[in-house]
């Protein structure tokens, strides 16, 4: 197979091709990036209204081969919800949330093991393996009971029980560990390096970030090529966010919108704020958060693989990153429910919280578009 791609280093100089099942860069550890020698026309946004309302009507801008098929369940294609209590309570002009609960498993999961699923069966995996904090597991366990491949997933003992329900529902071999999603990666690259599974965890590999791009290039088409001004994301491993930063390059770069990039926001909780903390020193990198104790499991991610990359999006963007304790993240979750029927993750009512906090900051200011995300299904987490 001929790749219309390759890979080059987030960290160093290095480059590869794309065959294979690429991990990290063999040079310096960090996440290989995927990078396209051409990337497609304009004229081509005129023929997407043909193509059926999924990220793969983006195939030209994702990995995926002329005559390929990919790994799908119709991943792809949320609704982009406007929320006027929330815009009448905070004094916003606009205000939408980008639902994720719509996707296949319930989360914007979807998107990113769709692609990565699609990758490692195209490079000859026969099993695959990750960590989990619930809906990686439950996205890897469907896409690769769809591809035909062995899944082993190891998730901490204390995820909720409905996700570790649903990764057994799709046939994986489910391995709970006494500790955090930490430890658990350490457990999934030893059973990698072992057996030959393919590690498919957050940045592992090049394309779960390649799936989760397509979060940006529908935002952008669903607002009519045009870029909001500031855009809240929850961050546990930062794929979704560094796939929009990567997203809105590109689609600049090819001449599809002039807009400048949204101002990035990292939302975490005070009970694991890795980004945060880095951010607030001025760090580069994160360092590991020493005891990460949050009821939203996607943010409970101590050491992410992605947090340089992270870092780097939000400053570039001019955004910021803010924590939020859990008990107030309940709060807007059960409000965004009752107030506009959106049934949200702890994760979803992470952003509400900080927007309040960031508007009474006056960082985000009244006539200001917002994007906020909500990752995933409320119901997953019960």
Not at 97 to 113: H, I, T, Y
Not at 167 to 185: E, F, N, Q, S, V
Not at 331 to 348: I, M, N, W
Request: aromatic share 8%; charged share 20%; glycine share 12%.
């Amino acid at each position: 197979m001929t790749f219309p791609w390759t890979l080059a280093c987030s960290n160093c100089d290095a480059t590869s091709d794309a065959a294979g099942l690429p991990s990290l860069c063999p040079v310096c550890g960090h996440p290989w990036l995927v990078e396209y020698p051409s990337l497609p026309d304009p004229g081509l946004r005129q023929s997407l209204h043909t193509r059926p309302w999924t990220m793969w009507r983006y195939r030209e801008w994702l990995p995926l081969a002329e005559d390929e098929t990919p790994v799908s369940m119709g991943e792809g294609g949320t609704p982009l919800v406007r929320v006027p209590s929330v815009e009448a309570a905070l004094g916003l002009k606009t205000v939408w949330v980008k639902d994720e609960s719509q996707n296949p498993c319930g989360s914007f999961k979807a998107r990113g093991l769709s692609a990565a699923v699609t990758r490692a069966a195209g490079g000859g995996a026969t099993a695959l393996t990750l960590p989990t904090a619930g809906n990686a597991g439950v996205a890897t366990s469907a896409y690769g009971a769809r591809a035909g491949l062995d899944v082993r997933v190891y998730a901490p003992d204390f995820t909720p029980p409905t996700l570790l329900a649903q990764i057994r529902l799709y046939g994986a071999d489910l391995r709970l560990i006494d500790g955090h999603i930490g430890i658990c990666g350490q457990q999934a690259r030893a059973y990698a390096q072992a057996d030959g599974a393919f590690n498919v965890s957050t940045l592992c590999e090049p394309y779960r970030l390649e799936g989760k791009k397509t979060l940006g290039l529908e935002l952008a088409e669903q607002l009519g090529w045009t870029l909001p001004g500031c855009i809240l994301y929850p961050t546990g491993g930062g794929t979704g966010l560094i796939g929009m930063w990567k997203a809105f390059d590109e689609l600049r770069r090819a001449g599809w919108i002039t807009d400048p990039s949204p101002r990035l926001f990292s939302v975490q909780s005070t009970g694991c704020a890795p980004v945060v903390q880095a951010f607030e020193t001025g760090a580069d990198a994160t360092e590991p958060w020493p005891d990460p104790v949050t009821v939203a499991s996607g943010l409970r991610v101590p050491a992410p693989l992605g947090g340089k990359l992270s870092l780097r999006a939000i400053r570039e963007t001019g955004g910021t990153a803010i924590a939020v304790p859990d008990p107030e993240l309940e709060e807007a979750a059960t409000r965004l429910a009752e107030h506009e029927g959106l049934d949200a993750c702890p994760e979803g009512g992470a952003v509400l919280s900080a927007l309040e906090k960031l508007v009474a900051q006056g960082v985000i200011g009244p006539d200001e578009s917002v994007v906020l995300f909500n990752t995933g299904a409320g119901w997953l987490y019960r």
